[in-house]
């Protein structure tokens, strides 16, 4: 019997936008009802945080952005790993350094999920993903992302017009 080696304790989450404020939100397989974004561990402790965002893009949704549809938020956080997962870490850990970015592609490129990971996926106004995510630091970056584009509150585009 081959035994997995432990996560690491550091992982990335990529918040899915479109330009028009909607965010990408996918089911886990794992955990039916549980809405996040993409999330992965790093695969080894010096993998380079944006490589880890752009593999963990492709693995779980399909999707491949070019450079210039990333943004390194430089902000992490740290949370408690639920008990349920702990299972996946070496002994005594109990806490995870989360590295946020955000990509933005067109809501109509094709998602192609992981079956493994994830049942389905869904694009819903920054608000709503916010309130559906299970996880408080997912939320939290969605959240965030609004501060950070120029969203309205419904997730439509900005009104340009004065």
């Known amino acids: 019997m081959v035994t997995k080696p432990y996560k690491i304790p550091r992982s990335v989450l990529v918040v899915i936008h479109n330009p028009e404020g909607q965010v990408l939100l996918l089911e886990r397989a794992d955990k039916p009802g549980f809405w996040q974004s993409v999330t992965g561990s790093l695969d080894a402790m010096d993998e380079p ?28 956080q740290v949370y408690e790993i639920f008990p349920h997962w702990r299972y996946r870490y070496a002994p005594g850990v109990t806490q995870n350094t989360e590295h946020v970015f955000s990509v933005c592609v067109p809501s109509d490129a094709p998602i192609r999920l992981a079956p493994r990971e994830h049942l389905q996926s869904q694009w819903l106004a920054w608000q709503a ?18 501060q950070r584009r120029p969203f309205s509150a419904d997730g439509s585009p900005p009104d340009t017009l004065s």
């Open 129 to 146: 993903a916010a309130e559906v995510c299970f996880s408080w630091s997912n939320a939290k970056a969605i959240r965030m992302l609004a």
């Open 49 to 76: 945080l944006l490589q880890a965002a752009q593999r963990e893009l492709a693995e779980e949704t399909g999707l491949v952005a070019g450079l210039e549809a990333w943004s390194d938020w430089e902000f992490s």
